[in-house]
Nanobody
Framework: QVQLVESGGGLVQAGGSLRLSCAASGRTFANYAMGWFRQAPGKEREFVAAISWSGSSTNYADSVKGRFTISRDNAKNTVYLQMNSLKPEDTAVYYC??????????????????WGQGTQVTVSS
């Protein structure tokens, strides 16, 4: 089992920035690819960004490329999502997720095994 706890959400004006953090516990963090997903009201949960277990590879949804940056610190068991140039359409609950990796070092966009409880991000226009 992996426990994930997100933090850093809040209310920000359009054009502003936020940094989300996700602290992991329970298993060897470096054995997991990590991802961020989001779900807006009335919409399905969607992929935002992912990072391989080593941190050497990343993957982003087209809607956030160039604005969001995912990173991880395996020594601190933490993954981050730096969000810049925020737009009202970025408003959603953001979820951190972990995927057990057996071989390979890929930033998967799906197939995640563990999820956090989510943190609300609201961008006002």
């Amino acid at each position: 089992q992996v426990q994930l706890v997100e933090s850093g959400g809040g209310l920000v004006q359009a054009g502003g920035s936020l940094r989300l953090s996700c602290a992991a516990s329970g298993r060897t963090f470096a054995n997991y690819a990590m991802g961020w997903f989001r779900q807006a009201p009335g919409k399905e949960r969607e992929f935002v960004a992912a990072i391989s277990w080593s941190g050497s590879s990343t993957n982003y949804a087209d809607s956030v490329k160039g604005r969001f940056t995912i990173s991880r610190d395996n020594a601190k068991n933490t993954v981050y999502l730096q969000m810049n140039s925020l737009k009202p359409e970025d408003t959603a609950v953001y979820y951190c997720a972990a995927r057990r990796v057996v071989g390979g070092d890929w930033p998967y966009s799906g197939g995640y095994d563990y999820w956090g409880q989510g943190t609300q991000v609201t961008v006002s226009s």
